[in-house]
């Protein structure tokens, strides 16, 4: 069965302060895609990125960037240099081939500080 | 603003009654995905139509029926509701996520309370 955990149920940091955020994932499928959402304080989704099983080249998107290693099951999110406007709810996700269906982790709560 | 409209933004009911909750895609966006997200349950997948068909069933109760009409915009109805069913309904929509450039957008979600 699929799952995807999220051990990290809050974490704080002070801005400037770089942060990763883990993802843990369950599939028996060879094919399956990872997500991450972002969910700011007022409370709209924000698609972050999407990766498939296939793809294991790391990506940096800015001060975002994503490591994804199928040897354990983690696709890890790291924010460099955090800043206040970071401070949200971020989702890990996974789907099954051809996007049928969607399971998401519990959510870390990332507070940055001034 | 990311382009996908939910209507309403907010709702408030009662326990045994029926809602609709409406979401139009972004102009060309095929696809629309239903999500609810509750204290409970944490976020969770419903259901998803690409181009008026259903495509995939998730968590969704036999009480929660959806379609996607010709234009392409979905309802989501919500019968016999019950005070768990309290939650914000998310809908989001993508041309085609098979395709690796392709990105979901999320409208502001519909706050469902059931009294």
């Known amino acids: 069965a699929q799952k995807v955990t999220q051990a990290q149920t809050e974490i704080s940091v002070v801005e400037k302060e770089d942060v990763t955020l883990d993802c843990v994932y369950e599939?028996?499928?060879?094919?399956?895609?990872l997500f991450w959402y972002k969910q700011p304080p007022s409370g709209e989704l924000v698609f972050l990125i999407r990766?498939?099983?296939?793809?294991?080249q790391n990506e940096i998107s800015g001060r975002y960037s994503w490591n994804f290693q199928k040897s354990t099951s983690s696709f890890n999110f790291t924010i460099t240099a955090s800043q206040v406007v970071d401070s949200a709810v971020y989702f890990c996700?996974?789907?099954?081939?051809?996007?049928?269906?969607?399971?998401f982790g519990s959510g870390t709560k990332l507070n940055v500080k001034p | 603003d990311s382009g996908v409209t939910q209507t309403p933004k907010h709702l408030i009911t009662a326990t045994g009654q029926r809602v609709t909750l409406r979401c139009s895609p972004r102009?060309?966006?095929?696809?629309v995905y239903w999500y609810q997200q509750s204290l409970d349950q944490g976020l969770q997948f419903l259901i998803q139509?690409?181009?008026?068909?259903?495509?995939a069933k998730g968590n969704i109760l036999e009480r929660f029926s959806a379609q996607q009409f010709p234009d392409l915009h979905s309802e989501l109805n919500l019968s016999s509701l019950e005070l768990g069913d309290s939650a914000l309904y998310f809908c989001?929509?993508?041309?085609?996520?098979?395709?690796?450039?392709?990105?979901?957008?999320f409208g502001p979600g519909t706050r469902l309370t059931v009294l």
């Open positions: 989001a929509s993508s041309v085609e996520l098979a395709v690796s450039t392709d990105t979901q957008y």
């Open positions: 599939t028996r499928d060879t094919t399956y895609y």
């Open positions: 996700a996974l789907s099954e081939a051809n996007f049928n269906k969607f399971y």
């Open positions: 102009s060309g966006d095929l696809s």
């Open positions: 139509y690409y181009n008026g068909e259903e495509r």
């Open positions: 990766r498939n099983s296939f793809d294991e």
